[in-house]
Every structure is written in structure tokens, then in C-alpha cells.
T-cell receptor, first 112, second 114 residues
Framework: EAQVTQNPRYLITVTGKKLTVTCSQNMNHEYMSWYRQDPGLGLRQIYYSMNVEVTDKGDVPEGYKVSRKEKRNFPLILESPSPNQTSLYFC???????????FGEGSWLTVV | DAKTTQPPSMDCAEGRAANLPCNHSTISGNEYVYWYRQIHSQGPQYIIHGLKNNETNEMASLIITEDRKSSTLILPHATLRDTAVYYCIVRDYMTTDSWGKFQFGAGTQVVVTP
């Protein structure tokens, strides 16, 4: 079954404690991306990757890092989380030459 | 600047057709029109996309005006499970940077009532 899997799905953490949200896809997709969703602001793109070792900033990259060492994985790293990074995060993937992107189920992150 | 404009909300009666409008007056010749929906806080789900011609699949129909400045998503027989936020997105398929930046606007909250 085609899947985009995010972990953890729910996390409460403290300010400044580094955390990583993992994203894995089993569809051999070249393209992967991270979004955050906040009330009233909709879905905003954080980073995206067109292929292994290729990453680019989206609209709200500040405070986040990503890496793409393998095709199937695209982890989102919060080096020093702050309360304003409390949000619902989505990972997505798609074929580079394709038209559809697939989303994970989301990760609820709370920073206190 | 937003590339698309959608009404913030609309209601639809169960069993009736839901017609969701989208304005994209600055669309370029290389840009497709995509529709996604998001049910509550789940991951957005692909519905349909098109460039110039009208498109239909098992979920919906997409009608694009001849000048491509607007489009309408049609859910032919709305059900309660179609209650969701619907996003209209334009996306450049030629330029790598534009292709990668898949940007969502505010969308239309559709409520299907019994």
C-alpha cells in the first residue's frame, strides 16, 4: 500500500530540546516536502526536496532543517524548538514528473 | 500574492451538485489547475487537475473557462463525507522551482447538510 508515514504523530516537548520528525515514503518518489498548518494561516510550505541531496526553502523555513540522504526519507529537524513552532505538520511526496502529491497523516507538535 | 481566489465557505444539500468556483486571473500558460481537499485535520487529498480541457474522474469534474482565468470544481452528488476544505492551486509544470513550491491558499470550507 502506497504510504507516507510520519513519526511521531503526537508530541509534547519543551523549548530548546532538539527533536526530529521523521517522514518515510514507499513509492520511490523523488519529490518530498514539509508543511505546517496553523489556524487561520492554512498550509504553509517549510522545505521541499526534488531528489536525494537536493533541498530548497519553502515559505517558512526559519527554525527548521531538513536532510535528504536517502530517497525514501525526509526528516524535519527542529534544532531548538520554540512555542511558535507548535503546529500540525504534514509531509508529502510525489513523482518529480508527476502531477499528484500524497500527504502523510500529520504530526501534532506542541512546544511548551 | 495569492494566485487563486476562492469563497471562504459554502453550503450544499446532500445529494445535490456542489459547484466550487476558483479565480486564477494571472494564470500562465505553463500552469495547471489542481484541486485538493482536506477533511478535518487529515492530510490533503488529491481530487483532480487540468490544464485547458475539462476533466472528469470518479470523484469530480473540473471545468476550466476558455481564457483559463477561472475554474469550477463540481461534486456531482454531494454526500456528508464531502464536508471538507477544498483548495484550488495553480502550479507551473515547466520550472523546477515553481513545480516544487506547491502552495495552498485559504480554500473553501464546504459543509454538506442532510
Amino acid at each position: 500500500e502506497a504510504q507516507v508515514t510520519q513519526n511521531p504523530r503526537y508530541l509534547i516537548t519543551v523549548t530548546g530540546k532538539k527533536l526530529t520528525v521523521t517522514c518515510s515514503q514507499n513509492m520511490n518518489h523523488e519529490y518530498m516536502s514539509w508543511y505546517r498548518q496553523d489556524p487561520g494561516l492554512g498550509l504553509r510550505q517549510i522545505y521541499y526536496s526534488m531528489n536525494v541531496e537536493v533541498t530548497d526553502k519553502g515559505d517558512v523555513p526559519e527554525g527548521y532543517k531538513v536532510s535528504r540522504k536517502e530517497k525514501r526519507n525526509f526528516p524535519l529537524i527542529l534544532e531548538s524548538p520554540s512555542p511558535n513552532q507548535t503546529s500540525l505538520y504534514f509531509c508529502a511526496s510525489g513523482q518529480r514528473a508527476g502531477n499528484t502529491i500524497y500527504f502523510g497523516e500529520g504530526s501534532w507538535l506542541t512546544v511548551v | 500574492d495569492a494566485k487563486t481566489t476562492q469563497p471562504p465557505s459554502m453550503d450544499c444539500a446532500e445529494g445535490r451538485a456542489a459547484n466550487l468556483p476558483c479565480n486564477h486571473s494571472t494564470i500562465s500558460g505553463n500552469e495547471y489547475v489542481y484541486w485538493y481537499r482536506q477533511i478535518h485535520s487529515q492530510g490533503p487529498q488529491y481530487i483532480i487537475h487540468g490544464l485547458k480541457n475539462n476533466e472528469t474522474n470518479e470523484m469530480a469534474s473540473l471545468i476550466i473557462t476558455e481564457d483559463r482565468k477561472s475554474s469550477t470544481l463540481i461534486l456531482p452528488h454531494a454526500t456528508l463525507r464531502d464536508t471538507a476544505v477544498y483548495y484550488c492551486i495553480v502550479r507551473d509544470y515547466m520550472t523546477t522551482d515553481s513545480w516544487g513550491k506547491f502552495q495552498f491558499g485559504a480554500g473553501t470550507q464546504v459543509v454538506v447538510t442532510p
